[in-house]
């Protein structure tokens, strides 16, 4: 790299990025930690207050039980979708008209409103009225899910699953159709079985999409805010109060400003920091 | 290890195929002896690729039979046919290391990983993968990806054929001719086999002992690669092999000898035309083309360079007319005669040579 020129001029081409960053995305965050280092009592008065918050929203057992809340939920919907998403994904055709049959059913959730998949998933699984709720429970077996806590989990999970599966699918139909016919080809030639197919074609050649897959899933299940709020209200109780639900209550119900921006820049940075994580421990080898 | 013989193939893409041009392969019957090289010259989209997966059993053809020396294998998918294929882009296990690539063939057909590990080291040795076997064979360059290709195959003991589908396409030039070498050497080394697809006449003509022009769907030529300089029977292959190509040049025939411009053209063969209404050819290489006192009047137009001899261009008419003249030979300049070699001068009626006499 000995013939690369140096032009520190060259900087102000990217002021206009950086002026936009800063007003979608820094200065909003800024007020954020603002808000995490100082007490307010309305007026524009603030104290400062240091790590205090942070302190009080780490050893708080509210923050603790909704994040475990968020880890369970995050942790199930990442094993069902992704191993539901690629078998899909393995079943659908290669070619002709039934493709496009398939894509689009698959991309119709991804198009529904949040609110309206709560909505629609509350009405769905009501025990009196709803399809689901009614059929359950004429099964003999009792289900509310505003009632039960095991109900409300499995109608919320049931719910995303349904909702977020179509993308582990499109992503790894993708990632599915990418592989060139030789590879198969020199598969059979080689006498592979289905089962070694998968393990050592199809699946690292889906490595890439599936950790964009996770990726996404992983933060966006995270984050969920809407479709849970509609459906239960993080109820019965709080046992499906997650993350974001427990934060708008803190920040907006009790108006706790403080403990609510230590709770955000917490919030925010465990899901960079596993994001992170995830992303270079799946790409270390793929630099070759 | 056995020889190939295809009995009457055709195959079409389509369902039901109407006219000629549906067909992908038009039919041919071929009979090749074990333990040779082969290779399948053509341009692309000419069917070459679609014969080699016939043989391998990744398509089923539309007609005809596929026989492995005494078994026909026609119906037979790819992994009970005992063959080997090497495509055109390298395809290796990324996950494994080369060792394990090396290994998979084996190992999927359930053989010892005692011998699994004689027969990967004795193949790892001649392809000189042994100093990479441990890596992860992702990190490979194309042609040592490619030598893994190669391998899967011929640590395999019961193969009866080697295919290569263009497998030199992605290997840098410089490592070509290396790679090139490689295969030929392994070809005198283990004497299996040995089909090669290619659409350049180098690669072919200094791989095969025989060589099977292959053109739109069909077989033109099949023949040594002398045989396919000196006597194309076809003039498609006149074209496709040497360079500059065959000329060909608008004839008549009167009484078995060709006339040209008004000018009888001497020749060996006789010409066996029946068709009076076929298009008529000569057919006559540049290298056998030289100037003379007397014979077909030219004017020289251009005179290009090419090492060790220069391409001239003349002009007869509306005809160009290529030879080749050695380095140092003289051009004369301007209007000049030619002389074309009898032995080496065909006629063709509608593309296929007509002339048959001391040759055969």
Known sequence: MD????????????????????????IPLMTVVNYSVQETFGNNVFFWEGVKWFEEVLNSERFHASLGRQLIFTGTILAI??????????????????????????????????????????????????????????????????RQPMAAWFTTILMDVWHWTSLVVLLAYAGLNSIPDAYYQAAKIDGAKPWAVFRYIQLPKMKRVLTIAILLRFMDSFMIYTEPFVLTGGGPGNTTTFLSIDLVKVALGQFDLGPAAAMSLIYFLIVLLVSWVFYTLMMKNEGQ | MSEIILKNLRHSYMAEPQDDADWALKQMSVDWSDGGAYALLGPSGCGKTTLLNIISGLLTPTEGEVWFGEEEVSQLPADQRNIAQVFQFPVVYDTMTVYDNLAFPLRNRGIGEAEVDRKVREIADMLDLGETLMTRAAGLTADGKQKISLGR???????????????????????????RSKLKELHQQIGTTMIYVTHDQTEALTFADQVVVMQEGEVVQIGTPVELFERPQHTFVGHFIGSPGMNVLACEVDQGQPVYGGIPVEMTDKVKADDPSARLEIGIRPEFISFADQGIPVNVEKVSDAGRFSIVETRH????????????????????????????????ANDWMVSRGSHG
């Open chain 2, 153 to 179: 195959g011929l640590v395999r003991s019961d193969v009866n054929v080697i295919m290569f589908d263009e497998p030199l396409t992605v290997i840098d030039p410089h490592l070509k001719w290396e790679l």
């Open chain 1, 81 to 146: 979708e992704v191993p539901l998403g690629v078998a899909i994904a393995l079943t659908m055709p290669k070619k002709g008209v039934w493709v496009s049959v398939c894509l689009v059913l698959m991309a119709m959730p991804l198009l529904i409103p949040w609110n309206v998949v709560g909505a629609m998933w509350n009405i769905f699984a009501l025990p009196d009225i709803g399809l689901l709720g009614h059929s359950i429970n004429a099964l003999g077996i009792e289900y509310n899910f505003t």
């Open chain 1, 3 to 26: 013939n690369k020129t140096t032009y520190q001029k060259a900087w102000f081409f990217v002021i206009p990025v950086v002026v936009l960053v800063a007003f979608n995305a820094l």
């Open chain 2, 317 to 348: 008419g509306d005809d160009v007319i290529k030879l080749l003249v050695p380095e140092g030979g003289n051009v004369p300049s301007e209007s000049t005669f030619l002389k074309f070699d009898p032995d080496h001068t065909q006629v063709y």
